[in-house]
Nanobody, 127 residues
Framework: QVQLVESGGGLVQAGGSLRLSCAAS????????MGWFRQAPGKERDFVAA????????YYADSVKGRFTISRDNAKNTVYLQMNSLKPEDTAVYYC????????????????????WGQGTQVTVSS
C-alpha cells in the first residue's frame, strides 16, 4: 500500500491561487494512476482531476477546467494540483487518491476506482 499525505491547503480570497501537494511513501508513485477529489460540507466527494501513470494525459471536472492543473513528479513521488482563479464554491476538503488497477476504457473519474486515499487538506475560498 502507498501512503499519501496532502499539504498546501489554506484560506485564500476569491481569485487567488493555491498549490496542493500529495506526497507518496511506501511505494513508487510512477506505478499509480493519481486523482484529486473534493468534498464540501454535506455533499458527496466529487472528482476534480486525474493524471495517467506517465503524466501524459490529464482529465478535469468541467467545474475546474481551465483553472486547475494536475501534474506529477515521479522522481519526487509527488502529485500537484495548481488551483488558480479560485471561487468560493471551490471550498472543500481536497483528497489525493491513487490506484494501480487498470480499468480498460476508463478515465478514472469515479472514486470507486481508487483504493488509496490521503487524509485530506482543507481549502477555503472567501468572497
Amino acid at each position: 500500500q502507498v501512503q499519501l499525505v496532502e499539504s498546501g491547503g489554506g484560506l485564500v480570497q476569491a481569485g487567488g491561487s493555491l498549490r496542493l501537494s500529495c506526497a507518496a511513501s511506501g511505494r513508487t508513485l510512477s506505478s499509480y494512476y493519481m486523482g484529486w477529489f473534493r468534498q464540501a460540507p454535506g455533499k458527496e466527494r466529487d472528482f476534480v482531476a486525474a493524471i495517467t501513470w506517465s503524466g501524459g494525459n490529464t482529465y478535469y471536472a468541467d467545474s475546474v477546467k481551465g483553472r486547475f492543473t494536475i501534474s506529477r513528479d515521479n522522481a519526487k513521488n509527488t502529485v500537484y494540483l495548481q488551483m488558480n482563479s479560485l471561487k468560493p464554491e471551490d471550498t472543500a476538503v481536497y483528497y489525493c487518491a491513487a490506484t494501480q488497477t487498470y480499468y480498460s476504457g476508463s478515465y478514472y473519474l469515479s472514486l470507486n476506482e481508487y483504493d488509496n486515499w490521503g487524509q485530506g487538506t482543507q481549502v477555503t475560498v472567501s468572497s
